[in-house]
């Protein structure tokens, strides 16, 4: 049952389109490096390939027919594609979700303080994170802050190479004699992740004089008061771009794989789709998947519920909470989330024979969850028979996977909340080295396949015949 690996089956043409997507992929990645911004690449996208806003279509009293193509965004964090098929949407859609969240460090909303000489700014850090792994290293500054007259700020600090960086110091090893022995998950405290932003005091202030200088800075270069930080979402996150990985060049390092990348592949299946395609594909990208899908633009909202509800009722010109749930209870989804690849240098963590191995393709979870696939969407035997067929008509490079041995810990995706509508989901996804780290690793061959799988789907899966 071994899978093949996915390069060994490519020719000189097929390398070379495996490259192409993986240059476009690191563009998308070096420009998405928070929610808003992948959902504002995702909008510009989506406008380029001629979507129409779902908002303006409603404003302006149209009505929808197969072939249109439509996008929503929910609060600039998460956005919907849908083209519309031939069949009635009531027939069930193709559905490819991603999240483009990914775990960072936040700035707390009264951040500044001065201690001996330094300027730092309080965080909370978002998602699972090992917390060592983000001091000592150079971080960026992104985010937005809005003021009280309405106006938003946007802010991006620390990736043009002429910018300042900012970053988490580190004790010296010459006096971590205490430190080093901790438990890893000790070492660093959530309350010990303040980002050092300044170090120089502003003449003639008397009190918290380099917190003074940092905040002129703020107010000339951006326009800014420190109760501005109030509403303000600001995110640090690694500096820098992704790069090539390894000597030969197969593989991709760079913060926020997961999930952009399963994202990235989904948008661009959605432009390869047929004029009309047989049922309508909807492509989603959610936030909030790292702290739970909770919030509004988070799974557990209902936008999605509500962006299917008003598309029925442009196709149709009726309002119909049956047709609502009939469309969704027959919708087919891959939940498109990030896999852990199998890493020989941690080989007890595991179980060979059901993980999922950089290049050899796409992998399918059946299951995720922990200790007893609790928290899981165990998908269904008949719909994965179905995706075999479909991978394998088209030839996609894919495997299955699990998330490590079963009871050393595990996660969860979208998959679970999707499926509560009744829909068939699965998971699907791309093997990541290092996940959560702030640069995580993934082979070329596997987003290759990922965007083959995700237009497959999309184009050729249909509902199961009894
Ligand atoms: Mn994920
Ligand atoms: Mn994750």
Redesign the pocket.
Known sequence: MERKNAWTTYDENTMAQVEEAAKRYRAFLDQGKTERECAAQAVEIAESAGYENLEDVIRQGKTVKPGDKLYLSQMKKAVMLFHVGEKPIEQGMNIVGAHIDS?RIDVKQNPFYEDTDVAYADTHYY??IKKYQWVARALALHGVAAKKDGSVVEIVIGEDENDPVVGISDLLIHLSQEQMVKKASEVITGEGLDIMLAGRPLEGAEKEPVKALLLKILQEKYGLEEEDMLSAEIEAVPAGRSRDYGLDRSMILGYGH??RVCAYAELEAMLKLPAVPAYTCCCLLADK??IGSVGATGMQAKYFENAVAELLYLTTGKESDLTLRRALANSRMLSCD?SAGYDPLYASAFEKKNAAFLGRGVCYNKFTGSRGKSGSNDANAEFLGRLRKVMDDHQVNWQTAELGKVDLGG?GTIAYICALYGMEVVDSGVPVLS??APQEIISKADLYEAIRAYTVFMTDIGPQKD
Do not use: R, T
Request: charged share 35%; net charge negative.
């Open positions: 775990p998602g699972g997961d999930d998947e790292e990030v996660g996940m959560h």
